[in-house]
């Protein structure tokens, strides 16, 4: 059986006649996570965008599933995503944010919402407004976003970013789960010992081109 779940078949894109990513081919596997490591600026969060649908590649193409992206489906399906940090809205609770967002797909209950956001510790502050949120409240209730409908495919940016250690170990646990489950993960980070803890295989992107590091 074929366990490839994301195929990106020599893709290119640039910005402003700035080459970002260069012919690139790589494959993810269902139940494998995948790290992406690189500078600021340096395109990992291209990656995932491409990866989403959030972005166009200007050659090569993308397969998820067996569909082709921007020809088949226009967005990556059953995917949990959060890149370059995506706000909120500001006026509204913690709840009433994830409430509104589940609304698109109607795939879960506030029950379920509220199940998840004990699960990434911010339940008691599900009443409150966003704006009174901490960064790493926030980044808290990204992370809920992402997971409330137990997608099999998680794409994060940074998922360890503003958090206290307690916090840090509360999101590994989750991803490691996530994983034991038999679903899969890429995500970016700064932090050597995330790649250690969480990826089954990194990969570096410099100047453009991708390739695969040692992570033991």
Do not use: C, W
């Not at 509104?100 to 797909?105: D, M, S, V």
Request: glycine share 8%.
């Amino acid at each position: 059986m074929n366990d490839l779940i994301i195929e990106i078949r020599n893709v290119s894109k640039s910005y402003k006649n700035v080459s970002v990513i260069k012919d690139l081919s790589l494959n993810f596997a269902k139940g494998k996570s995948y790290g992406i490591k690189g500078y600021n600026g340096s395109g990992k969060s291209v990656i995932l965008k491409l990866i989403a649908g959030f972005a166009f590649a200007d050659s090569g193409e993308i397969v998820v599933n067996g569909k082709v992206l921007k020809k088949d489906i226009d967005f990556i399906e059953d995917a949990g995503v959060f890149i370059n940090a995506p706000e909120f809205i500001n006026s509204l609770s913690g709840l009433n944010n994830l409430l509104y967002l589940a609304e698109i797909k109607g795939k879960i209950t506030k029950k379920e919402i509220e199940n998840t956001l004990k699960l990434v510790g911010i339940y008691e502050a599900r009443l409150k407004k966003v704006s009174t949120y901490s960064q790493g409240m926030k980044q808290r209730l990204r992370l809920a976003q992402a997971i409330m409908e137990s997608p099999d495919i998680l794409i994060l940016d940074e998922p360890m970013n503003a958090l206290d250690r307690d916090g840090v170990e509360l999101v590994k646990r989750i991803l490691k789960k996530h994983i034991e489950e038999g679903k899969t993960l890429i995500f970016t980070s700064h932090n050597q010992d995330d790649f250690t803890d969480l990826a089954d295989e990194v990969y570096e992107i410099e100047k453009g081109a991708v390739s695969k590091v040692n992570i033991s």
